[in-house]
């Protein structure tokens, strides 16, 4: 996504408004005061016997208008008020009274102000749970929940997850709540009609209506997204809303929008029910939530990865690196290894794999399903636990190019290689018992530059197998194209990360 995704905070404060600077997502939360936008309509929706009233009847009810308040940074007096430092009042004080020896009149004071911020939630248990997105509450000093019928009732946060933006509040009534239902998700499909409900602005309950655009979105938000896609028109205030089907039920809820500038151009997301209802039941028991830990750098098996190691068709995590000391390096797993299952679950791609690890308790047992050297083996591994101190490794590197030298020609894949030599391990600051051939070079017009090789890379290995310098990569290389394969394996070191690369013959 582009830099108009944006995240926005708006606050209230003492009746003004803030907007906190927009950075890269846009959280549909908002303050009290309404802002004027223009939104799209949504041509040809149909409601089921004509009308959305029966489902609308039926949820409102149970959504919630969720205000949080939160201590703000001191705030800096305007320039008409502040004396003193680099006012510009300074010189006309220092004219009548600085040179008489007269003190100075000071600064006043400044004061932290309360903010206050407005999201949405919804009830999903009689006894006052409440569902929302972690963004609504994050940094809050208190929570306020405002039932559909003006009910204005604290809250308590349960329990909340970042890396999810999930959080469970609980507010106590006098009587039982209204609820929703959850739905289910994974039977959504693009062209599907949905609802979103929430206080877009703080201007009240409000209902707009869609379709589903896609599945399957990635707004580099955390490491679990899989945002559903919608046209019905989110806004700011709606964060933790729920979006429903057309049988009323919860299928997910309203987190994010993509704006250019502010307000909805139906394009909105919301996280998948299935995916939010694991999270929240284990956030109803209080705490945080602790992922489990593999300890593996994975990347997609493409048709041309397949082709290489063995595969009949494009699937799986492929395992680019295994940290040291990790689960995944006590079990037995390799560099090279095409995960395929997790726990009984098939791995379609490297999310699968994350999200099936995520959801298993540190300490579990669990077996792998790994292809390996033309076959399928089964491995078990003790999954550890994830913390923000365990950082993954980065797949992007420092495209750093070494010392110009001899290179040996690669015509078939479009590469120049050289050895290592001191010079070239200082400058790409490898250590002293690595090995591999450096790309010198890379045609733009050949096969390696299609599939994204640069100078700098070390490659380590060709279809698995190490190689020590240029000449022995040359002639693994030559091997791979004699054999048959429409594409090569290889195993490249790039900055602090490894990552493979199969390059296709025929794009030669």
């Given at each position: 996504m582009s830099d108009i995704i944006r995240r926005h905070r708006v606050a209230a404060l003492l009746g003004a408004a803030l907007i906190v600077s927009p950075f890269v997502a846009s959280f549909a939360q908002s303050s009290g005061s309404a802002v004027a936008t223009t939104q799209t309509p949504v041509a040809g929706i149909t409601a089921p016997n004509g009308s959305f009233a029966p489902i609308v009847a039926v949820d409102k009810p149970a959504v919630v208008t969720v205000t949080t308040v939160m201590k703000a940074q001191p705030q800096d007096m305007s320039e008409e008020q502040s004396f003193g430092g680099n006012s510009p009042f300074d010189d006309y004080f220092r004219q009548f009274f600085g040179d008489q020896g007269i003190p100075m009149p000071k600064t006043p004071p400044q004061q932290a102000q309360r903010a206050e911020a407005l999201g949405s939630g919804f009830i999903v248990d009689a006894d006052g749970t409440i569902v929302t997105n972690n963004h609504v509450i994050d940094g809050a000093t208190s929570i306020k929940v405002t039932l559909d019928d003006g009910t204005e009732l604290p809250a308590k946060l349960v329990g909340h997850d970042a890396k999810n933006d999930l959080a469970v509040l609980k507010i106590k009534a006098d009587k039982p709540l209204p609820t929703v239902k959850w739905?289910?998700?994974?039977?959504?499909?693009?062209?599907?009609?949905?609802?979103?409900?929430?206080?877009?602005?703080?201007?009240?309950t409000t209902v707009t209506a869609g379709i589903v655009s896609a599945r399957g979105r990635d707004l580099n938000s955390g490491p679990f997204d899989d945002f559903i896609q919608i046209d019905a028109p989110i806004n700011h205030g709606n964060s933790g809303g729920p979006l429903?089907?057309?049988?009323?039920?919860?299928?997910?809820?309203?987190?994010?929008?993509?704006?250019?500038?502010?307000?909805?151009?139906?394009?909105?997301?919301?996280?998948?029910?299935?995916?939010?209802?694991?999270?929240?039941?284990?956030l109803m028991k209080g705490g945080n939530i602790q992922y489990g830990y593999l300890g593996v750098q994975i990347q997609p098996v493409t048709p041309d990865v397949a082709g290489a190691v063995g595969l009949d068709h494009p699937g799986g995590a492929l395992v680019s690196e295994v940290t040291e000391g990790s689960p995944a390096a006590k079990a037995g797993i390799k560099t090279g290894d095409v995960i395929t299952s997790f726990a009984g679950e098939a791995i379609k791609d490297p999310k699968d794999l994350s999200r099936a690890v995520a959801d298993v308790a540190p300490g579990a047992k669990e077996t792998l399903d790994v292809w390996?050297?033309?076959?399928?083996?089964?491995?078990?591994?003790?999954?550890?636990?994830?913390?923000?101190?365990?950082?993954?490794?980065?797949?992007?590197?420092?495209?750093?190019?070494?010392?110009?030298?001899?290179?040996?020609?690669?015509?078939?894949?479009?590469?120049g290689l050289t050895d290592l030599t001191p010079d070239i391990r200082e400058e790409l600051n490898l250590a002293a018992n690595q090995h591999g051939a450096v790309v010198e070079r890379v045609n733009p017009d050949k096969a390696a530059a299609n599939a994204g090789l640069q100078p700098g890379d070390v490659i380590v290995a060709v279809d698995q197998s190490p190689v020590r310098n240029a000449r022995q990569a040359n002639q693994a290389i030559a091997e791979a194209g004699k054999s048959g394969r429409k594409s090569v394996l290889l195993l490249v070191d790039r900055g602090d990360a490894q990552i493979f690369v199969a390059i296709h013959f025929a794009a030669g």
């Open positions: 739905g289910d998700s994974d039977k959504l499909m693009p062209g599907d009609q949905v609802l979103a409900i929430g206080n877009p602005f703080g201007i009240g429903v089907d057309v049988a009323g039920n919860v299928v997910g809820i309203n987190t994010a929008i993509y704006s250019p500038n502010g307000g909805s151009v139906g394009v909105g997301f919301a996280i998948p029910s299935d995916q939010a209802q694991k999270v929240v039941a284990k390996r050297g033309g076959k399928t083996v089964q491995i078990s591994a003790d999954v550890g636990r994830n913390s923000d101190d365990v950082k993954s490794a980065s797949t992007e590197g420092d495209n750093q190019k070494p010392s110009a030298g001899q290179a040996l020609r690669v015509p078939s894949l479009g590469l």
